[in-house]
T-cell receptor, first 124, second 113 residues
Framework: NAGVTQTPKFRVLKTGQSMTLLCAQD?????MYWYRQDPGMGLRLIHY???????AKGEVPDGYNVSRLKKQNFLLGLESAAPSQTSVYFC???????????????????????FGAGSRLTVL | QQQVKQSPQSLIVQKGGISIINCAYE??????FPWYQQFPGKGPALLIA?????SEKKEGRFTISFNKSAKQFSLHIMDSQPGDSATYFC????????????FGIGTKLQVIP
């Protein structure tokens, strides 16, 4: 199993350009997330999805859009990139609390995240 | 509003020493406290986790100590090794349905030979 795969791994954009980050997971997880990681700021949630066709805003959603047309994919879009969006972006997924995997782990009801390797975005 | 406060932000420990990272939370609804480990260029990965019904959980050289009354928990790395050099995030969430995972700010640990 590949787990969570993010593409691209690196990208340089000019201010005002648009792009899409793709996240794919092969674990049949219900929940998917996009985080950004910045020095001294930890991991901040941008958007998340609790199922195919649903999305919701996280802590820092401005300037980003997301879509989850298929259960295994979660796309993060930047319509007009800004230098403030220079960051490392991480996708994550998790099984729902009712999943048998949650019960077997001994943490029934817990939200155990599996992260991708990250996508480093630089906006000039 | 930082619901999970983590300290220190950086830590240098001699090989063989004990690394200690502390976290404090505010939300009493939290009942799941994981620690994630992140190596340079990689995504965070679950290292160890604890529920508040126990005061300590140990997995190899890694131990979580939990103080429910003080709303604090900590990660202890015994016999720290250079291979433990990474960024460590504490986190907390409640259970049931979709529950947001709140992360601490992260601690960059460097274990020197």
């Amino acid at each position: 199993n590949a787990g969570v795969t993010q593409t691209p791994k690196f990208r340089v954009l000019k201010t005002g350009q648009s792009m899409t980050l793709l996240c794919a997971q092969d674990m049949n997880h219900e929940y998917m997330y996009w985080y950004r990681q910045d020095p001294g700021m930890g991991l901040r949630l941008i958007h998340y999805s609790v199922g195919e066709g649903t999305t919701a805003k996280g802590e820092v959603p401005d300037g980003y859009n997301v879509s989850r047309l298929k259960k295994q994919n979660f796309l993060l879009g930047l319509e007009s990139a800004a230098p403030s969006q220079t960051s490392v972006y991480f996708c994550a997924s998790s099984y729902s609390f009712i999943s048998p995997f949650a019960r077997d782990s001994g943490f029934a009801g817990a939200n155990v995240l599996t992260f991708g390797a990250g996508s480093r975005l630089t906006v000039l | 509003q930082q619901q999970v406060k983590q300290s220190p932000q950086s830590l240098i420990v001699q090989k063989g020493g004990i690394s200690i990272i502390n976290c404090a939370y505010e939300n009493t609804a939290f009942d799941y406290f994981p620690w994630y480990q992140q190596f340079p260029g990689k995504g965070p990965a679950l290292l160890i986790a604890i529920r508040p019904d126990v005061s300590e959980k140990k997995e190899g050289r890694f131990t979580i100590s939990f103080n429910k009354s003080a709303k604090q928990f900590s990660l202890h790395i015994m016999d720290s090794q250079p291979g433990d050099s990474a960024t460590y995030f504490c986190a907390a969430s409640a259970s049931g349905g979709y529950q947001k995972v709140t992360f601490g700010i992260g601690t960059k640990l460097q274990v020197i030979p």
